[in-house]
């Protein structure tokens, strides 16, 4: 028989798959197929640029919920960073206050007390403050400390004092205490409990 009197093939390709051997349906196997077509139509849309842009977008707003927080949310936070050193034979304590809250504090105040084990006062230092903006900090010669003729081989009580009014007129008043002198420089940053104003 020649080629051209072969008779071409009429099968279909659920004819060559012997569904009732491989323990499928017909219906089972169409169904399979069309979702497989669906996946790959998916998989054709999926570009690299489609997913750098819906990573992006996902970007933006976790960094408009963090900026938010951060700046819009009312919220009372006042931090205190200690630094104390032991310098040129003495001692040299440095103090920032940071308002890192979304309202201004106002009436703020803030002592310093450098005291021996026994609790005798060495050396004190004091700021007041009609505000304090929002994401803003203060430091300076008030809130520095030279301590000269004491030894740097003891141990000190440093006392580091804050009191404020927050944005609803209520006053807030804290204490950190730190034994110092152990280390020729120790670093401390302590945080005055939140207030959330929504709360």
Same mark, same amino acid.
């Given at each position: 028989m020649s080629g051209k009197d072969r008779p071409l093939s009429t099968t279909t390709d659920y004819d060559e798959i012997d569904v009732e051997v491989?323990?499928?349906?017909? #219906?089972?196997?169409?169904?399979? #197929?069309?979702?497989?077509?669906?996946?790959?139509?998916? /998989? #054709? +849309? !999926?570009?690299?640029?489609?997913?750098?842009?819906?990573?992006?977008?996902?970007?933006?707003?976790?960094?408009? /919920? !963090?900026?938010?927080?951060?700046?819009?949310?009312p919220r009372d936070a006042i931090d205190v960073e200690t630094n104390y050193l032991q310098a040129g034979g003495g001692h040299v304590v440095l103090v920032q206050v940071d308002n890192s809250g979304t309202r201004a504090a106002s %009436?703020?105040?803030?002592?310093?007390?450098?005291? %021996?084990?026994?609790? +005798?006062?060495?050396?004190?230092?004091?700021w007041q403050g009609a505000s304090l903006p929002a994401h803003s900090s203060v430091a300076g010669d008030d809130l520095e400390l030279i301590i000269q003729g004491y030894t740097t081989w003891a141990q000190y009580e440093l006392t580091v004092s804050v009191d404020w009014v927050d944005g609803n007129g209520a006053a807030h008043s804290v204490n950190f205490e730190h034994r110092v002198g152990n280390y020729t420089s120790e670093w401390y940053y302590d945080s005055a409990p939140r207030h959330y104003w929504l709360m």
């Open positions: 491989e323990g499928f349906s017909r #219906e089972e196997v169409e169904t399979a #197929e069309e979702y497989a077509e669906k996946i790959l139509e998916f /998989g #054709e +849309q !999926v570009t690299v640029g489609r997913v750098l842009l819906a990573s992006f977008a996902v970007l933006m707003i976790f960094l408009s /919920g !963090v900026a938010g927080w951060y700046w819009v949310i %009436d703020v105040s803030v002592q310093i007390r450098f005291k %021996d084990l026994s609790g +005798q006062l060495i050396a004190s230092t004091s």
